[in-house]
């Protein structure tokens, strides 16, 4: 993606559905949907009279029990508990058809109650996050690159084909494989969303869908909506689409690589920041502009406490190992360098042989160290309320660029370029590097403690013995691993991506 045209915040919007011409489009209902501490997407199905008498209200939304963001599979997280209710406003500026599932429509809502921001919504604390940073003259655009991988077996683990990274062989005229991603390209574009680009990646019936940029938020959104329109094409036509980290260890992983862009809002005023002079300008020997380089040291001040959010089950540690493409094991950055947590994407020499002085950055970031089973909303609140940190406290990037993979260089060469510090290697490492960063906890607020609860029960149950997969998933469950997968795929389809996970890897 680093060969991609200018964007600017300024230029870029979602191209979502107004209200007033809900009338224009086969609709018979709503989607209300909102996705929880632990990525799982819920929704309320209301029909399309009642979303209309609904709209008469001067806050339109439902009622929902304040448990409901830690509510996991059956089980709620400790600091939830059965009593008081949140209004959940929805937001009308994020309607999206789903042409997946013909006459309906997904709204993402931001969770309200009395006026006030829900404290445990993660789409409220993007909100809050991107809001505070435009205070600061900054504004983001993200674009995400979705891995996945088709199966024609949960049990045994079978991919729809043996086929790897860009082969025409992964997409032949006339195959069920071909026609899920067709439908699945065509729904997004149907949808509003821009697609860039699709193919095959390294895995036996692996694929990636790459999306456009947007603001974050919104973004945030058109990811659910992407993972929703996969997930049900998928399903429609008999296969199951998965985003486990990494379904064997000898083939590549599943990644949600995340790309973003940091912006001045007001090109005369470049930062409310008072000493960014002191950074170096933007040339060939530092290609990055100041408000880029405080933005960039915050993500990687913090990026060991991100991870609890973007790898945040056990098995997401599987794919982030060294020499595999997937970002290191060592917090570093790097120019195009694919063996570091963060690479810096800049258009090549020939777009732009002599950029203007005051020209816009074309440059934008893409971290690695992100898969599919994290929440989007998370990941960019985590990420983006990082950098947000570092543009606050117009920190020095300590770490310089780095052109070899690290696990390659001497200590004293990684130390000479500022790379001293390794990834969490384990979700409890990730877990206590986010306990431990004070900062990150208090830009995130109160939504860290109930994260961490909802994480720790899901693990539990993800790892229950035989006799507590058996009375939370029925009978059969721990006599059948693949009754125990469609049991919890009626439940929670991105749970039937965990269970995946674990029954290849653990």
């Known amino acids: 993606m680093s060969n991609s045209p200018a964007y600017s915040p300024q230029t870029i919007k979602a191209h979502t559905i107004s209200i007033e011409s809900l009338a224009d489009y086969n609709i018979h209902s709503v989607r209300i949907t909102w996705v ?16 209309h008498r609904l709209l008469t209200s001067s806050r339109p939304g ?34 999206r058809l789903c042409p997946y599932a013909p006459g309906h429509d997904k709204v993402p809502a931001p969770g309200r109650i009395l006026g006030t921001g ?5 789409r409220s604390a993007l909100n809050r996050i991107v809001n505070t940073a435009k205070s600061y003259n900054a504004a983001f655009l993200v674009g995400f690159e979705t ?41 997004l574009v149907n949808s509003g969303i821009e697609l860039t680009m699709y193919h095959s990646e390294a895995a036996p019936g692996q694929y990636e869908i790459v999306t456009g940029p947007l603001p974050p938020l919104e973004a945030a959104d058109a990811l659910v909506h992407t993972r929703e329109t996969i997930t049900n094409v998928a399903s429609k036509h008999g296969f199951h689409a998965t985003f486990a980290p990494r379904l064997h ?13 940091v912006h001045p809002t007001n090109s005369e005023h470049p ?73 810096l994407c800049i258009p090549p020499a020939s777009v732009d042989t002599e950029p203007a002085t005051n ?30 940190l570092g543009i606050q406290s117009q920190a020095a990037l300590v770490e310089q660029d780095c052109d070899t993979p690290a696990a390659l260089m001497t200590e004293a060469e990684r ?22 960063d004070e900062a990150l906890k208090s830009l995130l607020g109160g939504l860290v403690d109930g994260f961490l609860a909802a994480g720790e029960t899901l693990d539990e149950l993800l790892h229950a013995p035989a006799s507590e997969a058996e009375r939370l998933f029925g009978a059969s469950a721990s006599r059948d691993p693949g009754t125990a997968l469609a049991t919890i795929s009626s439940i929670n389809a991105m749970a039937a991506t965990y269970r995946v996970t674990f029954l290849v890897l653990g």
């Open 36 to 51: 929880d501490l632990v990525n799982t997407v819920s929704i309320r199905v209301v029909p399309l009279k009642s979303f």
């Open 271 to 343: 930062s409310k920041l008072q000493n960014l002079s002191q950074y170096p300008a933007d040339t060939s020997d530092n290609p990055i502009t100041p408000l880029e380089s405080v933005f960039l040291a915050g993500v990687l001040s913090h990026l060991r406490a991100s991870c609890a959010f973007t790898l945040p089950l056990r098995a997401s540690y599987a794919r982030m190992l060294d020499g595999i493409w997937s970002g290191g094991t060592w917090v570093a950055w790097g120019r195009d360098n694919r063996e570091a947590p963060v690479r």
């Open 249 to 261: 260890m000898d083939t590549c992983g599943s990644a949600a690589h995340t790309h973003i862009s």
């Open 359 to 388: 020209a816009p950055s074309k440059n934008h970031f893409e971290v690695k160290c992100v898969d599919g089973t994290s929440s989007p909303y998370l990941v960019l609140a985590s990420l983006i309320g990082s950098g947000l």
């Open 415 to 436: 130390k000479a370029v500022g790379v001293t510090r390794r990834m969490p290697m384990s979700w409890e490492e990730a877990r206590a590097a986010l306990e431990a």
């Open 62 to 95: 439902i009622t929902l029990a304040k448990c409901v963001f830690g509510f996991v599979i059956k089980r709620t997280a400790a600091g939830f508990g059965p009593t008081g209710e949140y209004l959940f406003v929805v937001d009308l500026s994020s309607m």
């Open 118 to 122: 829900v404290p445990m919504c993660p």
């Open 147 to 187: 891995e996945f991988i088709l199966l024609k077996s949960t049990n045994p683990i079978e991919a729809i084909n043996p086929h790897g990274w860009n082969h025409t062989r992964a997409l032949p005229s006339g195959t069920k494989e071909t026609e899920v991603l067709e439908e699945i390209a065509r729904g």
